[in-house]
Antibody
């Protein structure tokens, strides 16, 4: 069965970077789109960006341009989301979520979420 | 593309028929999905392509619409359906979510 297991909670200071991992299993790693979505405390869902199955093309929400990088490691079937220049507004739960084999596909499988707290 | 949802919250009883609306700021064909989220949990896909029920989702959930106006209907609300519901457009980047509709117990 498809599983996405994310790394543990992080506490970071303003200006620092965070890299969240999402280990995939139960499906062909290189065939599906991967999304990252975040949710600030008590707030709604915010789509951050998408990585294509080949791992060589991304599309990020404009507000994260220059700060966000999505990558993957095929040897470990792990996806990564790195956010730099953190500020307090980046405090949120970050989710990886798998789409299908086409970009406009729904997010059918989700990781459990990783809480990132940005505080001085 | 901006998505609005109405209502933002509602109170309903077990057995009630519930309808949630999602409106897009421009046409998105049928590229719309609905998710359910319970506190402390990841969202769960209910409906995609506006009206296709995700495998394993109870048939009391249904979706309709195309273009700019969409609805999610729960035909007979069950205790496990009290949650927050989000729509998401998958027509063009960025794949925005609606602000959510919280369904709680009357």
């Amino acid at each position: 069965q498809v599983q996405l297991v994310q790394s543990g909670a992080e506490v970071k200071k303003p200006g620092a970077s965070v890299k969240v991992s999402c280990k995939a299993s139960g499906y062909t790693f290189t065939s599906y789109y991967m999304h990252w979505v975040r949710q600030a405390p008590g707030q709604g869902l915010e789509w951050m960006g998408i990585l294509n199955p080949s791992g060589d093309n991304t599309n990020y929400t404009q507000k994260f341009q220059g700060r966000l990088t999505m990558t993957r490691d095929t040897s470990t079937s792990t996806f990564y989301m790195e956010l730099t220049s953190l500020r307090s507004e980046d405090t949120a739960v970050y989710f990886c979520a798998r789409g299908r084999t086409y970009s406009s596909s729904p997010l059918g499988y989700w990781g459990q979420g990783t809480l990132v707290t940005v505080s001085s | 593309i901006q998505l609005t949802q109405s209502p933002s919250s509602l109170s309903a009883s077990v057995g009630d028929r519930v309808t949630i609306t999602c409106r897009a700021s421009q046409g998105i064909s049928s590229y719309l999905a609905w998710y359910q989220q319970k506190p402390g949990k990841a969202p769960n896909l209910l409906i995609y392509a506006a009206s296709t029920l995700q495998s394993g989702v109870p048939s009391r959930f249904s979706g309709s619409g195309s273009g700019t106006d969409f609805t999610l209907t729960i035909s007979s609300l069950q205790p496990e359906d009290f949650a927050t519901y989000y729509c998401q457009q998958l027509n063009s980047y960025p794949f925005t979510f609606g602000p959510g509709t919280k369904v709680d117990i009357k």
